[in-house]
């Protein structure tokens, strides 16, 4: 079954609106998750590395106020894009670094289509 | 800068046959992990192999095998035995702390 979970799949918001994804691991704690995004027929491209307990840390280029991170707990990491706008439609998709395994084990989550209209 | 590149955008193999995907990296870092993924037309990312750059031997996970040159900087995935179900995006990435970045991809087609 999944190790680390994403939700929504799939969400369409109308342009302005804001709209959450959760990052969920769910065998392990994940101290550190991170959020890529991927255009059509592209890459995954690293937006952030979010913290339990603090803030998130950007990659140049990513607007920190647009795309707000926060990592609540240990299992749960949050991805909200605040008045959102056609260019951001997009896939993204979180990953979870599992501790107990050396740290370099990493899990993906299914990924989320955000379509904003 | 960090980056991964891979110079196939597209490779097609027959199936049951061998096929071998190039990436190279560039880094500063002396300890480092190296990973293929792939990614099937539903957008998971399957971790194909990984390998750790301290480690002197290449390593095989089934059908899949890796050519690590560090010096080089350069770690290729060979797919032996190509399956149809092997049809997908690979991307080779490259990361120390478990940010990984990634190269562009190589969009695989296994033909029967």
């Known amino acids: 079954g999944a190790v680390v979970s994403q939700h929504p799949s799939r969400v369409i918001c109308k342009s302005g609106t804001s709209v959450k994804i959760e990052c969920r691991s769910l065998d392990f704690q994940a101290t550190t998750m991170f959020w890529y995004r991927q255009f059509p027929k592209q890459s995954l491209m690293l937006m952030a590395t979010?913290?339990?307990?603090?803030?998130?840390?950007?990659e140049q280029g990513v607007e920190k106020d647009k795309f707000l991170i926060n990592h609540a707990s240990l299992t749960l990491s949050t991805l909200t894009v605040t008045s959102a706008h056609p260019e951001d439609s997009s896939f993204y998709i979180c990953s979870a670094r599992d501790p107990t395994t050396g740290g370099n084990t990493i899990y993906f989550g299914e990924g989320s289509w955000l379509t904003v209209v | 800068a960090q980056t991964v590149t891979q110079s196939q955008p597209e490779m097609s193999v027959q199936e049951a046959e061998t096929v071998t995907l190039s990436c190279t990296y560039d880094?500063?870092?002396?300890?480092?992990?190296l990973f293929w993924y792939k990614q099937p037309p539903s957008r998971q990312m399957i971790l194909v192999i990984r390998q750790e750059a301290y480690k002197q031997q290449n390593a095989t996970e089934n059908r899949f095998s890796v050519n690590f040159q560090k010096a080089a900087k350069s770690f290729s995935l060979k797919i032996s035995d190509s399956q149809l179900g092997d049809t997908a995006m690979y991307f080779c990435a490259f990361g120390s702390q478990g940010n990984l970045i990634f190269g562009k991809g190589t969009k695989l087609s296994v033909k029967p």
């Open positions: 880094t500063s870092e002396s300890n480092y992990y």
């Open positions: 979010s913290n339990e307990g603090s803030k998130a840390t950007y």
